[in-house]
């Protein structure tokens, strides 16, 4: 028995293994996972990866993965099955978004696919937080990364309906994800057609409602510039204002002492996550700090915010005097044409509709393609308007 063990070993010092192989195999077959044992060590010592996927493609799959060689590990993933390619998918994706590089963890979502894995939510989370804390990301260049990301938002909301996490909280806060990665694209898409110059501002208006996930600082700045370049001034001054007030807030460490009065009887959220660091720069809190101090001084600006005939905030979905909630505008977050339980308001719609049509913009006609596969059709398909 020592003999065959021995002459085994030579064999494998000699790296002669296919004549190792056979002699465990005709004279002592319990030595050939031995054989195989130091057959896998040697490949990884080696070095030689490529050899060892025919023989263990789990640790082939691992040294891929520790030498960063990802494409070829994703490639040799792809050739197994859907669980063990996504393992390595998730890994990737960890370690891209560690390195600052959500769009490319992004990119492999868009590849693979959005599996509804419990144990990949912090990782979705994670990459949609990311890419939103982007700065400068709101003009027409970035319509693909968000279109992207509200493609990837929307398989993954439909394969959690299909699966236990349906309706779960996890689920909820996935599908107001998905909402937000809309408007970020829909306003990316608007800003590239002069025909719908407002549009971007009632978008970040609307932005100001999802401040649980949307940085605070950034979605007032972009909601203020937005007002101010379409002329809406009093909205303007007041987002301002209370985005220096964040500011203001993060420097001394504490949002407590913030001043909501102006957002009384709003769905804006008053309590938000305090950030680890701010959006914007401390070039653009100057820059707006000088124009909200001209404004004051003017005093030429009521400091309300627009009522409507509800007698409530014009961009707010919950009436101040009856509670009622209205639904959010599949196009712009305010109220309302309906189609299964989706609406959208007639006057922004045909606004859009009409700019598609006369622009050919391609971002604006993918808008309209997702709005139909997300809501199930268009207006001219089972829409009715109020």
């Given amino acids: 028995m020592n003999l065959i063990k021995e002459a085994i070993d030579v064999f494998i010092e000699g790296e002669e293994w296919n004549k190792a192989k056979r002699v465990a195999k005709e004279l002592e077959p319990r030595y050939e996972d031995y054989v195989d044992q130091k057959y896998k060590e040697h490949l990884k010592n080696q070095g030689k990866v490529d050899s060892l996927v025919g023989v263990d493609v789990m640790a082939a799959l691992d040294m891929y993965a520790d030498r960063g060689q990802w494409e070829k590990c994703l490639e040799t993933a792809s050739k197994q099955n859907f669980k063990i390619l996504q393992k390595y998918v998730a890994l990737y994706a960890t370690q891209l978004i560690k390195e600052e590089e959500a769009p490319k963890a992004l990119q492999l979502y868009v590849q693979h696919g959005a599996p509804p894995n419990p144990q990949n939510f912090n990782i979705y989370k994670r990459l949609f937080l990311d890419l939103i804390n982007f700065p400068d990301t709101d003009g027409p260049e970035s319509y693909r990364m968000w279109a992207d990301l509200r493609n990837f938002l929307l398989q993954l909301c439909e394969n959690m309906s299909r699966s236990a996490e349906a309706n779960s909280p996890a689920h909820e806060n996935f599908e107001q994800m998905l909402l937000i990665a809309h408007y970020y694209a829909t306003r990316s898409a608007s800003k590239g057609v002069v025909q719908l110059v ?30 101010r ?52 720069t401390d070039a ?19 400091q309300v915010l627009p009522r409507d005939e509800r007698n409530s905030y014009e961009a707010s979905l919950v009436a101040a005097n009856t509670g009622l909630r209205s639904l959010p505008c599949v196009l712009t977050d305010k109220i309302e044409f309906s189609s299964a339980g989706n609406v959208a308001n007639k006057k922004d ?29 268009l207006p001219a398909s089972g829409f009715s308007f109020h």
Avoid at 235 to 260: K, Q, R, S, W, Y
Avoid at 284 to 302: A, G, H, K, P
Avoid at 350 to 366: G, I, M, R, V, W
């Fill in 198 to 227: 407002s549009l971007p501002a009632k978008l970040s208006v609307s932005l100001l409602r999802h401040t649980e996930l949307v940085p605070a600082d950034k979605a007032f700045y972009e909601a203020g510039l937005a007002c």
């Fill in 349 to 377: 719609w045909n606004s859009f509709l009409l700019a598609t049509k006369s622009t050919y913009s391609p971002e604006c006609q993918d808008v309209l393609k997702f709005i139909s596969k997300w809501c199930g059709g």
């Fill in 229 to 280: 370049a379409v002329g809406w001034e009093n909205m303007a001054f007041i987002f301002l204002n209370h985005c220096l007030d964040l500011c203001d807030a993060f420097d001394e460490g504490t949002l407590e002492a913030l001043d909501h009065s102006d957002f009384l009887d709003t769905d804006i959220p008053f309590e938000v996550p305090v950030p680890t660091k701010l959006c914007v």
């Fill in 284 to 302: 653009q809190r100057e820059q707006i700090r000088d124009w909200v101090l001209m404004v004051s001084m003017d005093n030429r600006l009521e």
